[in-house]
């Protein structure tokens, strides 16, 4: 499956933006989806994951209460909602898809990122 990522730019801290992946190429509702992020001299982390019927979608402690992972299956896509950015939230940020049957850990797939960039 091909991932492409975007929404992504520059905004003042307290803004908000809305981070869309789009998906091509299989069965997008065969996929778990999953929102990362990677800071400049950090390691990828992940922030959202919602499952193929967007059940309860999970979110990372350090962004909850901000973020919100939707997916839309008949647009294909996967969303990261974004609110009360802070500098902290700067980091390209990546969509990967898991294969829903899969039992072993990790992405299958992944997309280019987006830069997101808080300023203070």
């Known amino acids: 499956v091909q991932l492409q990522a975007s929404g992504g730019g520059l905004v003042q801290a307290g803004g908000s933006l809305r981070l869309s992946c789009a998906a091509s190429?299989?069965?997008?509702?065969?996929?778990?989806m999953g929102w990362f992020r990677q800071a400049p001299g950090k390691e990828r982390e992940l922030v959202g994951a919602?499952?193929?019927?967007?059940?309860?979608?999970y979110i990372s402690a350090s962004v909850k209460g901000r973020f919100t992972a939707s997916r839309d299956n008949a647009k294909e896509t996967v969303y990261l909602q974004m609110s009360n950015l802070k500098p902290e939230d700067t980091a390209v940020y990546y969509c990967?898809?898991?294969?829903?049957?899969?039992?072993?850990?990790?992405?299958?797939?992944w997309g280019r990122g987006t830069q997101v960039t808080v300023s203070s």
């Open positions: 919602i499952s193929w019927n967007g059940g309860t979608p």
């Open positions: 990967g898809a898991r294969r829903r049957t899969k039992t072993t850990p990790g992405y299958d797939y």
């Open positions: 190429g299989r069965t997008f509702s065969s996929y778990t």
